[in-house]
């Protein structure tokens, strides 16, 4: 037999090939069992439509673009995940690129994406506001923001707020015993770093511990960027450290580890850090791990943007879901640092 046509599954279903259209298409309303006999019909006859004739139909591309800061961090990858799951089921797919936290090619990926390669676009942003990229997003196209919060963004915006779970972490740490500790955060003009350096400082604040500038720390929010700062840190006399996201997170566990410095045992360091790598799971009983719910975030921003492509004039919408802190280990009340074994080392 050769290629299988639409009036082929007509015939084998016993419909018209409008009501087959209106089945793959979802474009009209076609009652359980005949929409059942076209879809058996589909199925044993091998049918493919051709997605591309409908596109230009349609007028659409069924490509969602999304524009993360780094593929391999998994709570970028889990989110993709969730996205790629949810908008599967309205023929949408997913185009992903990679800006390694770098503004020109955030621009420059935008550019392309937005010029008809795709229907509607979900982007990570490492622009300090939404000016730096106005001029790159078309007017009315469909765009959704997850992750960082962009100043003056007329755009749907879907958030995590971190700001009361990492209180609680330092908290526990101040309410342990620890006077000096040390806070690693990632880039500092983006939003999640301004929000959870805040929640570090308005804890100490409360708590009437001296704000220290040289135990605060910034990465790039990508793997090995924390690393020059452990030593300094634990070196300043930190017996704690709290870390703005979970590629940093498991670059100081290892960084403990291959120095046999001890975590979360009494003459060791205790951490605060965010469980979004899968590389630290063995190691999370150590420390206080920030928990995102990515498949959430992922969810909804499929969701999101299917609703902003089929109905580009709703009111924009801004969607903030909770993190949590799990605590699975206790800290231990600390010795003094001068008693440290492990300084000698550093």
Not at 92 to 99: A, C, D, G, K, N
Request: contains cysteine; neutral net charge; glycine residues 6%.
């Amino acid at each position: 037999m050769g290629k299988i046509t639409i009036k082929d599954v007509a015939e084998h279903a016993g419909v018209s090939t409008a009501t087959v259209s209106h089945v793959i298409n979802k474009t009209r309303f076609v009652t359980d069992e005949t929409k059942e006999k076209v879809l058996i019909s589909v199925d044993e006859l091998g049918y493919r439509p051709n997605l591309m004739a409908r596109s230009f139909k349609q007028g659409r591309r069924n490509l969602i673009g999304f524009v993360v800061p780094d593929l391999n961090n998994i709570f970028y990858s889990d989110i993709i995940e969730e996205v790629e799951r949810t908008i599967l089921p309205y023929d949408y797919r997913l185009v992903t690129s990679h800006t390694k936290e770098t503004k020109k090619r955030e621009s420059d990926f935008i550019d392309s994406l937005t010029s008809g390669i795709v229907d509607g676009i979900i982007i990570t942003s490492t622009m300090s506001s939404y000016e730096e990229l106005e001029k790159h997003i078309p007017k009315d196209f469909p765009t959704v923001f997850i992750d960082r919060l962009l100043d003056n963004c007329p755009h749907d915006t879907i958030l995590v707020d971190t700001f009361k779970s990492v209180r609680v972490g330092v908290q526990s740490l101040i309410e342990y015993g620890h006077r000096k500790i040390g806070f690693i955060t990632g880039i500092p003009h983006i939003s999640t770093s301004i929000e959870r350096l805040n929640a570090y400082i308005k804890t100490l604040e409360t708590n009437n511990i001296p704000i220290d500038k040289k135990l605060i720390c910034y990465g790039d929010s990508m793997s090995q960027s924390a690393m020059p700062h452990v030593k300094s840190l634990l070196q300043l006399g930190c017996t704690a450290l709290v870390i703005g996201n979970g590629i940093m997170t498991v670059d100081v566990i290892y960084f403990l580890q291959e120095n046999n410095i001890p975590i979360g045992e009494k003459n060791g360091v205790d951490i605060v850090g965010f469980n979004d790598y899968g590389g630290i799971n063995h190691l999370l009983h150590y420390i206080y791990s920030i928990d995102q719910p990515t498949k959430a975030v992922g969810k909804a921003a499929g969701e999101q943007i299917i609703e902003r492509i089929n109905n580009p004039k709703i009111p924009t919408r801004q969607i903030i879901f909770e993190s949590t802190l799990c605590k699975k280990h206790q800290f231990k009340a600390k010795l003094s640092v001068k008693n440290l074994e492990w300084k000698s080392i550093l």
